[in-house]
Protein backbone atom coordinates (compact mmCIF):
# COMPACT_ATOMS: atom_id res chain seq x y z
CA UNK A 1 0.00 0.00 0.00
CA UNK A 2 1.05 3.14 -0.98
CA UNK A 3 0.71 6.02 1.68
CA UNK A 4 0.56 10.01 1.27
CA UNK A 5 0.83 11.18 4.71
CA UNK A 6 0.23 14.45 5.22
CA UNK A 7 0.73 17.30 7.96
CA UNK A 8 -1.35 20.44 7.32
CA UNK A 9 -0.37 24.25 7.38
CA UNK A 10 -1.84 26.99 5.95
CA UNK A 11 2.66 28.19 5.97
CA UNK A 12 3.74 24.37 5.17
CA UNK A 13 2.48 21.34 4.57
CA UNK A 14 4.91 18.12 5.22
CA UNK A 15 4.48 15.59 2.56
CA UNK A 16 5.68 12.17 2.99
CA UNK A 17 5.35 8.75 0.98
CA UNK A 18 5.99 5.31 1.96
CA UNK A 19 5.49 1.90 0.29
CA UNK A 20 4.26 -0.50 3.12
CA UNK A 21 2.07 -3.01 5.01
CA UNK A 22 1.11 -4.38 8.27
CA UNK A 23 3.85 -6.30 8.90
CA UNK A 24 6.40 -5.45 7.42
CA UNK A 25 9.56 -2.43 7.11
CA UNK A 26 8.09 0.50 5.08
CA UNK A 27 10.19 1.83 2.41
CA UNK A 28 10.26 5.82 1.41
CA UNK A 29 8.87 6.87 -1.58
CA UNK A 30 9.31 10.82 -1.59
CA UNK A 31 9.37 13.69 1.14
CA UNK A 32 9.14 17.13 1.09
CA UNK A 33 6.97 20.13 1.68
CA UNK A 34 3.97 22.27 0.11
CA UNK A 35 4.39 25.99 1.04
CA UNK A 36 2.35 29.52 0.14
CA UNK A 37 2.81 32.73 0.06
CA UNK A 38 2.98 34.60 3.20
CA UNK A 39 1.92 37.76 1.63
CA UNK A 40 -1.51 36.52 -0.12
CA UNK A 41 -4.79 36.17 1.56
CA UNK A 42 -5.79 32.98 3.47
CA UNK A 43 -8.01 31.62 0.08
CA UNK A 44 -4.98 32.72 -2.20
CA UNK A 45 -2.70 30.62 0.14
CA UNK A 46 -5.22 27.77 0.52
CA UNK A 47 -5.33 27.52 -3.32
CA UNK A 48 -1.43 27.26 -3.91
CA UNK A 49 -1.33 24.67 -0.87
CA UNK A 50 -3.72 22.51 -3.02
CA UNK A 51 -2.13 23.26 -6.41
CA UNK A 52 0.87 21.87 -4.24
CA UNK A 53 -1.07 18.82 -3.43
CA UNK A 54 -2.31 17.81 -6.05
CA UNK A 55 1.29 17.30 -7.98
CA UNK A 56 2.20 15.24 -5.22
CA UNK A 57 -0.97 13.18 -6.18
CA UNK A 58 -0.40 13.01 -9.37
CA UNK A 59 3.49 12.38 -9.18
CA UNK A 60 3.11 9.75 -6.70
CA UNK A 61 -0.18 8.13 -6.84
CA UNK A 62 -1.02 7.45 -3.42
CA UNK A 63 -3.97 4.68 -2.65
CA UNK A 64 -4.16 6.28 0.91
CA UNK A 65 -3.91 9.51 2.73
CA UNK A 66 -3.40 9.82 6.16
CA UNK A 67 -4.15 12.96 7.66
CA UNK A 68 -2.78 14.66 11.36
CA UNK A 69 -6.06 15.19 13.25
CA UNK A 70 -6.06 18.86 14.31
CA UNK A 71 -7.13 19.89 18.02
CA UNK A 72 -9.01 22.79 19.26
CA UNK A 73 -6.98 23.36 22.46
CA UNK A 74 -3.58 23.74 20.80
CA UNK A 75 -2.03 26.64 19.44
CA UNK A 76 -5.03 28.93 19.35
CA UNK A 77 -3.63 31.51 16.92
CA UNK A 78 -2.81 29.13 14.33
CA UNK A 79 -5.33 26.53 14.95
CA UNK A 80 -8.10 27.59 12.27
CA UNK A 81 -5.25 28.33 9.67
CA UNK A 82 -4.13 24.41 10.30
CA UNK A 83 -7.46 23.16 10.14
CA UNK A 84 -8.29 24.80 6.94
CA UNK A 85 -5.69 23.55 5.11
CA UNK A 86 -6.76 19.89 6.37
CA UNK A 87 -9.88 20.37 4.99
CA UNK A 88 -8.07 21.19 1.90
CA UNK A 89 -6.10 17.89 2.12
CA UNK A 90 -8.92 15.98 2.67
CA UNK A 91 -11.28 17.24 0.09
CA UNK A 92 -8.54 16.45 -2.17
CA UNK A 93 -8.19 13.13 -1.31
CA UNK A 94 -12.02 12.68 -1.46
CA UNK A 95 -12.25 13.93 -4.90
CA UNK A 96 -10.01 11.01 -6.36
CA UNK A 97 -11.69 8.39 -4.44
CA UNK A 98 -8.84 7.61 -1.95
CA UNK A 99 -9.55 6.56 1.54
CA UNK A 100 -8.96 9.77 3.84
CA UNK A 101 -7.96 8.86 7.51
CA UNK A 102 -6.83 11.22 10.15
CA UNK A 103 -4.76 10.40 13.24
CA UNK A 104 -4.08 11.95 16.13
CA UNK A 105 -0.41 13.07 16.85
CA UNK A 106 -0.06 10.80 20.05
CA UNK A 107 -1.29 8.12 17.79
CA UNK A 108 1.28 8.99 14.99
CA UNK A 109 4.09 9.30 17.89
CA UNK A 110 2.93 5.62 19.54
CA UNK A 111 3.31 4.17 16.36
CA UNK A 112 6.76 4.98 15.19
CA UNK A 113 8.13 5.60 18.98
CA UNK A 114 6.46 3.04 21.16
CA UNK A 115 5.09 6.28 22.78
CA UNK A 116 2.50 8.90 22.87
CA UNK A 117 4.99 11.67 23.94
CA UNK A 118 7.68 11.16 22.37
CA UNK A 119 9.46 14.54 20.76
CA UNK A 120 9.78 16.03 17.74
CA UNK A 121 13.74 14.97 17.74
CA UNK A 122 12.44 11.06 18.77
CA UNK A 123 10.06 10.91 16.13
CA UNK A 124 12.51 12.14 13.11
CA UNK A 125 15.06 9.88 14.75
CA UNK A 126 12.81 6.80 14.32
CA UNK A 127 11.57 7.81 11.10
CA UNK A 128 15.16 7.74 9.68
CA UNK A 129 15.88 4.47 11.86
CA UNK A 130 12.43 2.73 10.06
CA UNK A 131 13.62 4.15 6.42
CA UNK A 132 17.06 3.34 6.63
CA UNK A 133 17.89 7.33 5.95
CA UNK A 134 21.24 8.83 7.13
CA UNK A 135 19.67 11.06 8.97
CA UNK A 136 16.28 12.91 9.94
CA UNK A 137 14.13 14.08 6.90
CA UNK A 138 14.22 18.23 7.30
CA UNK A 139 12.49 20.03 8.27
CA UNK A 140 10.07 18.26 11.18
CA UNK A 141 7.06 18.55 8.91
CA UNK A 142 8.25 16.62 6.52
CA UNK A 143 9.37 13.92 9.08
CA UNK A 144 5.75 13.92 10.62
CA UNK A 145 4.24 13.89 7.42
CA UNK A 146 6.64 10.51 6.78
CA UNK A 147 5.33 9.12 10.25
CA UNK A 148 1.95 9.51 9.33
CA UNK A 149 2.66 7.62 6.34
CA UNK A 150 4.17 4.82 8.38
CA UNK A 151 1.50 4.74 11.21
CA UNK A 152 -0.96 4.08 8.47
CA UNK A 153 0.74 1.34 6.39
CA UNK A 154 1.46 -0.16 9.66
CA UNK A 155 -2.14 -0.07 10.80
CA UNK A 156 -3.26 -1.41 7.35
CA UNK A 157 -5.12 1.51 6.74
CA UNK A 158 -7.31 1.49 9.84
CA UNK A 159 -7.85 4.04 12.33
CA UNK A 160 -7.11 3.26 16.13
CA UNK A 161 -10.64 3.51 17.40
CA UNK A 162 -9.98 3.95 21.05
CA UNK A 163 -7.24 6.32 20.36
CA UNK A 164 -9.43 8.52 18.33
CA UNK A 165 -12.72 7.70 20.01
CA UNK A 166 -10.56 9.11 23.30
CA UNK A 167 -8.93 11.91 21.46
CA UNK A 168 -12.62 12.99 20.27
CA UNK A 169 -13.56 13.08 24.04
CA UNK A 170 -10.77 15.11 25.53
CA UNK A 171 -11.19 17.87 22.63
CA UNK A 172 -15.13 18.47 23.55
CA UNK A 173 -13.80 18.98 27.26
CA UNK B 1 -21.68 43.67 -6.77
CA UNK B 2 -23.16 40.36 -6.62
CA UNK B 3 -21.65 38.81 -3.58
CA UNK B 4 -22.27 35.03 -2.34
CA UNK B 5 -22.07 34.93 2.01
CA UNK B 6 -21.24 31.52 3.26
CA UNK B 7 -21.93 30.26 6.52
CA UNK B 8 -19.45 27.67 6.89
CA UNK B 9 -20.43 24.10 8.56
CA UNK B 10 -19.52 20.37 7.70
CA UNK B 11 -22.98 19.14 8.35
CA UNK B 12 -24.74 22.69 6.86
CA UNK B 13 -23.33 25.25 4.92
CA UNK B 14 -25.72 28.66 4.80
CA UNK B 15 -25.59 30.45 1.65
CA UNK B 16 -27.21 33.34 0.57
CA UNK B 17 -26.57 35.51 -2.52
CA UNK B 18 -27.33 39.65 -2.88
CA UNK B 19 -27.04 42.31 -5.81
CA UNK B 20 -26.13 45.85 -4.16
CA UNK B 21 -23.54 48.38 -3.87
CA UNK B 22 -22.45 51.13 -0.83
CA UNK B 23 -25.54 53.22 0.10
CA UNK B 24 -27.90 51.81 -2.19
CA UNK B 25 -30.53 49.21 -0.76
CA UNK B 26 -28.92 45.31 -1.30
CA UNK B 27 -31.31 43.15 -2.77
CA UNK B 28 -32.23 39.06 -2.62
CA UNK B 29 -30.64 36.77 -5.59
CA UNK B 30 -30.92 33.06 -3.59
CA UNK B 31 -30.60 31.27 -0.28
CA UNK B 32 -30.40 28.26 1.35
CA UNK B 33 -27.93 25.80 2.16
CA UNK B 34 -25.74 22.91 1.67
CA UNK B 35 -26.07 19.86 3.28
CA UNK B 36 -23.63 16.91 3.68
CA UNK B 37 -24.51 13.47 4.46
CA UNK B 38 -23.66 12.83 8.37
CA UNK B 39 -22.95 9.22 7.78
CA UNK B 40 -19.83 9.54 5.50
CA UNK B 41 -16.21 10.47 6.76
CA UNK B 42 -15.39 13.79 7.20
CA UNK B 43 -13.10 13.71 3.69
CA UNK B 44 -16.33 12.19 1.87
CA UNK B 45 -18.38 15.32 3.84
CA UNK B 46 -16.09 18.11 2.76
CA UNK B 47 -16.38 16.54 -1.01
CA UNK B 48 -20.41 17.04 -0.46
CA UNK B 49 -19.97 20.43 1.05
CA UNK B 50 -17.97 21.40 -2.32
CA UNK B 51 -20.01 19.76 -5.20
CA UNK B 52 -22.70 21.95 -3.11
CA UNK B 53 -21.37 25.37 -3.02
CA UNK B 54 -20.20 24.86 -6.32
CA UNK B 55 -23.43 24.33 -8.11
CA UNK B 56 -23.68 28.02 -6.06
CA UNK B 57 -21.23 29.24 -8.11
CA UNK B 58 -22.40 28.25 -11.48
CA UNK B 59 -25.69 28.64 -11.28
CA UNK B 60 -25.52 32.17 -9.93
CA UNK B 61 -21.90 33.58 -11.22
CA UNK B 62 -20.95 35.36 -8.17
CA UNK B 63 -18.57 38.20 -8.07
CA UNK B 64 -17.39 38.07 -4.52
CA UNK B 65 -17.02 35.67 -1.55
CA UNK B 66 -17.78 36.64 2.04
CA UNK B 67 -17.31 33.79 4.70
CA UNK B 68 -17.84 34.33 8.49
CA UNK B 69 -14.65 33.92 10.16
CA UNK B 70 -14.06 30.67 12.91
CA UNK B 71 -12.54 31.37 16.08
CA UNK B 72 -10.89 29.08 18.60
CA UNK B 73 -12.40 29.74 21.31
CA UNK B 74 -16.33 28.69 20.30
CA UNK B 75 -17.31 25.55 20.30
CA UNK B 76 -14.31 23.55 20.43
CA UNK B 77 -16.03 20.30 20.04
CA UNK B 78 -17.26 21.44 16.38
CA UNK B 79 -15.20 24.49 15.63
CA UNK B 80 -12.10 21.90 12.91
CA UNK B 81 -15.17 20.56 11.18
CA UNK B 82 -16.19 24.15 10.45
CA UNK B 83 -13.00 25.31 9.91
CA UNK B 84 -12.20 22.58 7.21
CA UNK B 85 -15.41 23.27 5.63
CA UNK B 86 -14.31 26.90 5.80
CA UNK B 87 -11.57 26.12 4.03
CA UNK B 88 -13.01 24.11 1.03
CA UNK B 89 -15.50 27.37 0.72
CA UNK B 90 -12.32 29.31 0.67
CA UNK B 91 -10.30 27.67 -1.83
CA UNK B 92 -13.21 27.59 -4.42
CA UNK B 93 -13.51 31.16 -4.40
CA UNK B 94 -9.97 31.42 -4.87
CA UNK B 95 -9.60 28.76 -7.78
CA UNK B 96 -12.54 30.81 -9.14
CA UNK B 97 -10.08 34.16 -9.30
CA UNK B 98 -12.53 35.93 -6.90
CA UNK B 99 -11.93 37.91 -4.25
CA UNK B 100 -12.55 35.87 -0.68
CA UNK B 101 -13.22 37.76 2.35
CA UNK B 102 -13.61 36.99 5.84
CA UNK B 103 -15.90 39.00 7.80
CA UNK B 104 -16.03 38.14 11.58
CA UNK B 105 -19.60 37.43 13.26
CA UNK B 106 -19.75 41.22 15.19
CA UNK B 107 -18.57 42.53 12.27
CA UNK B 108 -21.83 41.30 10.19
CA UNK B 109 -24.41 41.78 13.29
CA UNK B 110 -23.24 45.35 14.16
CA UNK B 111 -23.18 45.81 9.84
CA UNK B 112 -26.56 44.51 9.72
CA UNK B 113 -28.55 45.43 13.23
CA UNK B 114 -26.20 48.33 14.32
CA UNK B 115 -24.85 46.08 17.09
CA UNK B 116 -22.31 43.54 17.73
CA UNK B 117 -24.08 41.45 19.99
CA UNK B 118 -27.28 40.96 18.50
CA UNK B 119 -28.94 37.28 19.16
CA UNK B 120 -29.93 35.11 15.61
CA UNK B 121 -33.75 36.17 16.07
CA UNK B 122 -32.29 40.16 15.56
CA UNK B 123 -30.22 39.37 12.62
CA UNK B 124 -33.04 37.44 10.87
CA UNK B 125 -35.59 39.89 11.47
CA UNK B 126 -32.83 42.67 10.38
CA UNK B 127 -32.11 40.74 6.88
CA UNK B 128 -35.61 40.38 6.22
CA UNK B 129 -36.28 43.88 6.83
CA UNK B 130 -33.23 44.80 4.52
CA UNK B 131 -34.31 42.68 1.90
CA UNK B 132 -38.25 43.27 1.94
CA UNK B 133 -39.12 39.71 3.17
CA UNK B 134 -42.10 38.57 4.28
CA UNK B 135 -40.34 36.78 6.75
CA UNK B 136 -36.63 35.55 8.37
CA UNK B 137 -34.89 33.18 6.44
CA UNK B 138 -34.67 29.64 7.32
CA UNK B 139 -32.42 27.83 8.90
CA UNK B 140 -30.41 30.61 10.57
CA UNK B 141 -27.73 29.22 8.74
CA UNK B 142 -29.02 30.58 5.61
CA UNK B 143 -29.91 33.85 7.81
CA UNK B 144 -26.37 34.42 8.61
CA UNK B 145 -25.38 33.90 4.92
CA UNK B 146 -27.91 36.87 4.06
CA UNK B 147 -26.13 38.72 6.24
CA UNK B 148 -22.54 38.33 5.86
CA UNK B 149 -23.41 39.07 1.84
CA UNK B 150 -25.36 42.40 2.69
CA UNK B 151 -22.24 43.52 5.30
CA UNK B 152 -19.71 42.43 2.30
CA UNK B 153 -21.36 44.63 -0.09
CA UNK B 154 -22.54 47.58 2.20
CA UNK B 155 -18.57 47.70 2.74
CA UNK B 156 -18.28 47.96 -1.14
CA UNK B 157 -16.02 44.35 -0.16
CA UNK B 158 -13.58 46.19 1.86
CA UNK B 159 -12.64 44.44 5.40
CA UNK B 160 -12.99 46.59 8.58
CA UNK B 161 -9.00 46.16 9.04
CA UNK B 162 -9.22 47.36 12.56
CA UNK B 163 -12.28 45.08 13.53
CA UNK B 164 -10.12 42.19 12.13
CA UNK B 165 -6.91 43.27 14.24
CA UNK B 166 -8.50 43.38 17.24
CA UNK B 167 -10.83 39.89 16.76
CA UNK B 168 -7.02 38.66 15.40
CA UNK B 169 -5.57 39.77 18.84
CA UNK B 170 -8.32 38.38 20.97
CA UNK B 171 -7.98 35.04 18.92
CA UNK B 172 -4.31 34.96 19.98
CA UNK B 173 -4.79 35.65 23.62
Known sequence: MRVLGIDPGLTRCGVGIVEGTVGRPPTLVAVGVVRSDPALDVARRLAEIA?????????????????????????LGSVIDTAQASGVAALIGARRGLPVTFHTPSEVKAAVTGSGNADKAQVGAMVARILKLSAPPKPADAADALALAICHAWRGGHTNRYAAAAAEARSRR
Open 51 to 75: VGLEEWFDTYSPEAVAIERVFAQHN
